[in-house]
């Protein structure tokens, strides 16, 4: 296991119904429900101006739908709304910051439609795929037998109180961890809970155009001024100061969703902060110059990666966590993280691929 550590310490990662900060968007469905009623024309392809709604949750299908903040991302599934993913249209975005490690240059990046979870995988979530291993005679391994999630933290002296527990076969969240994001789990955990509920890891370019929009270059999620409390869970820093001597807001991952204000322009939360999240790429730091202009996956395979303490076969992880600061929340910073290895400030969402 590898302790959680800010990687600008070194230089000097089942998304539940919350509360909607954008206004006017998921709301609007009970104003126009009865606008939305099913067709009858399952062949969203052939329905140009005409909104299909054929699970009746009061959402259009993504294809029939005008508007990406009422879309619904699978209208065979009633539980699936805008309450629990978001469409990000296909398009283009720009991705890079320039004044940040490893996210140069600046570039237009076009990408095809997808949606993404509205908030991080929470403990009780991940807690059902681990329940469902262990009935099929997995103990908290995936099915080439590697770990699923890091129970060995608490036994070595972690300092975090546990989330997730396990006894006789049972697995269990620790009480008021529910709805928290999900840390502890391994970059292969996140691809097999993802692949588990018929989604996928988001790719580095998919996170950062959910994040930041397709709009503007934008700094934050909710735009350029500067993140507080009320924005996201993260560290609060006079000027120079390192993540480890700042005032965390909480100093601990909390429910999901309980940053309406830091809500990204496509009404996503928790993009800055709470916990960083694995992507599926790889980590390479010469990506945002060679990566292709449109659906970017990253490189092939991973190299080492040396964070000065140490050489390690790099994933990504994005967002920022609890115990990064404002720089370290940004949507453009990216964060080199062990493939093999777990965090008390990492965790994950899914996204889901669009045909």
């Known amino acids: 296991m590898r302790s959680f550590l800010p990687i ?38 052939d329905t140009a101006g005409v909104e299909v709604d054929d699970d009746g949750d009061g959402f259009p299908a993504w294809r029939t739908s005008d508007d990406p903040l009422r879309a619904d991302c699978d209208d065979a599934d009633a539980a699936v709304t805008p309450d629990t993913e978001r469409l990000v249209p296909a398009g283009s975005f720009t991705r890079g910051q320039a004044d940040l490690p490893w996210a140069s240059p ?36 995936d099915e080439e037998g590697r770990p699923l999630y890091n129970l060995e933290d608490l036994e070595n002296g972690d300092t975090f109180p546990a989330r997730i527990e396990y006894a006789e076969g049972v697995w269990g969240v620790a009480d008021g961890y529910a709805d928290h994001a999900v840390v502890e789990v391994y970059h292969w955990s996140a691809l097999r809970y993802c692949a588990s509920v018929g989604k996928a890891l988001p790719t580095e370019a998919q996170w950062e155009k959910a994040a930041r929009g397709a709009e503007d270059a934008r700094m934050w999620p909710w735009g350029d001024e500067p993140p507080g409390c009320e924005h996201a869970n993260f560290v609060l820093t006079e000027a120079g100061e390192p993540p480890q001597d700042g005032e965390p807001c909480v100093q601990d991952t909390t429910p999901v969703g309980a940053y309406p204000r830091g809500a990204s322009a496509g009404g996503a939360l928790d993009l800055a902060g709470n916990v960083s999240e694995w992507v599926a790429d790889w980590f390479d730091p010469e990506a945002y110059a060679d990566d292709p202009d449109v659906d970017p996956t990253g490189p092939e395979e991973g190299a080492l990666f040396d964070d000065g303490v140490g050489e390690f076969v790099a994933r990504i992880a994005r967002g920022g966590g609890f115990l990064h600061d404002a720089t370290g929340i940004q949507v453009a910073f990216r964060t080199p993280e062990p493939e093999g290895g777990s965090s008390n400030g990492v965790g994950f969402r899914c996204a889901r691929p669009l045909e």
């Open 8 to 45: 600008l310490c070194v230089l000097g990662a089942c998304a539940g119904k919350v509360d909607d900060p954008a206004a006017d968007d998921t709301a609007m469905a009970e104003d126009t429900a009865a606008d939305d009623t099913d067709t009858g024309d399952t062949d969203t392809g």
């Open 106 to 141: 600046v570039r237009t990046i076009t990408l095809s439609a997808y949606c993404i979870d509205r908030t991080e995988v929470t403990n009780v979530a991940f807690v059902a795929l681990l329940q469902a291993e262990e009935a099929a005679g997995r103990s908290n391994v």
